[in-house]
């Protein structure tokens, strides 16, 4: 995958981004054709899947929207290319720039950055949460929820995880939100990563390792709302209202609920399956599909090993 921005100027503030308006970086940009002519080049080495395009914005919402639609034209009619085109949807785009990059991606996203105005504010001035951010949103989504003019586009967005001083409850609280009432396909998750000057040197306070942290828990968090039939009111936290570090988020459910256990594995729906700890989509299916054949005496017979089958040994059981 071909991931390139048409520019890394950009006339926002946000605080999380080396490429904000203040920032030290080497300016620089790419035309619409120059980088159609570079992807085809590529492509026509079979180094790539599709393109990735986003952009720092330059001006105004529009104006840079502008120049992601003209590479995505360019590619679509000059080139003839029928393949994978994602593109960004910059903050604050207006609704035609976003109906016509709908017409010509395959896939779409908008970063939400943080869950609710209250931590957006943290991190920039130039944007504003509900114009910018949450009615482009809905907008997507109305126009590509199932039934509607564009549903083959797939559509994502993603939090910025610890540049703002967000929870992670908050965090999963607006993701179910977007699953439910978006419909979009996935969320996202990036740790903040703090600048570096360097020219200085500084010890590791480990707060990076921390960030990292939330973001393998988030990502914990939202297979299982995804494929693991489990609610965002359903996940829990500790008093601070984030994830425990030591335990995964069906770990720390599954100790909070002892009345669960234990499931009967020769009885239970798919489902109730997943609720085993160690147990995942494929090793559910398997389970089923063999129950079909024989009733199974032991983990082993469903082709669970190893430390996974230790760990849904104490939660599952075959009499």
Same mark, same amino acid.
């Given at each position: 995958? #071909? &991931?390139? !921005?048409? $520019?890394?100027?950009? /006339? /926002? @503030?946000c605080k999380y981004c080396p490429f904000r308006q203040d920032g030290i970086s080497n300016r620089c940009s790419i035309t619409p054709d120059e980088i159609a002519a570079v992807f085809m080049r590529h492509l026509e080495k079979q180094w790539l899947l599709g393109i990735f395009l986003s952009s720092g914005i330059v001006g105004n919402a529009d104006r840079s929207m502008e120049k992601l639609i003209a590479a995505a034209e360019i590619l679509r009619k000059k080139y003839r290319y029928r393949g994978y085109i994602h593109l960004k =949807? !910059?903050? *604050?785009a207006s609704r035609s720039a976003i109906l016509r990059a709908l017409q010509l991606a395959s896939a779409v996203s908008l970063n939400i950055e943080t869950p609710g105005k209250k931590y957006f504010r943290e991190l920039s001035s130039y944007k504003h949460f509900d114009t910018d951010i949450v009615a482009p949103l809905k907008f997507i989504s109305e126009n590509t929820v199932k039934g509607a003019d564009y549903d083959r586009v797939k559509c994502t967005t993603q939090f910025i995880v610890g540049a703002s001083t967000e929870t992670d409850r908050e965090i999963?609280? %607006?993701? *179910?939100? =977007? %699953? @439910?009432? !978006?419909?979009? &396909?996935r969320v996202y998750y990036s740790a903040y990563q703090k600048e570096k000057n360097p020219d200085e040197f500084t010890l590791d306070d480990g707060s990076g390792d921390a960030l990292l942290d939330r973001e393998h828990r988030l990502y914990q968090a939202d297979f299982l709302m995804r494929s693991y039939g489990f609610s965002s009111d359903e996940l829990l936290f500790d008093e601070t209202g984030n994830f425990d570090r030591l335990r995964d988020p069906k770990q720390l459910w599954a100790d909070a609920h002892p009345e669960f256990y234990p499931v009967k594995v020769n009885k239970a729906d798919y489902m109730e399956l997943l609720r085993i700890p160690g147990i995942g989509p494929v090793a559910a299916r398997r389970i089923v599909d063999c129950r079909r054949e024989r009733r199974l005496t032991s983990w082993a017979d469903a082709g669970v090993l190893g430390k $996974?089958? #230790?760990k849904a040994m104490r939660y599952g059981v075959f009499s």
């Open positions: 995958m #071909l &991931k390139t !921005l048409m $520019t890394n100027a950009c /006339s /926002s @503030d =949807i !910059l903050p *604050g999963v609280r %607006y993701t *179910g939100a =977007i %699953y @439910d009432r !978006l419909q979009f &396909k $996974t089958a #230790l």
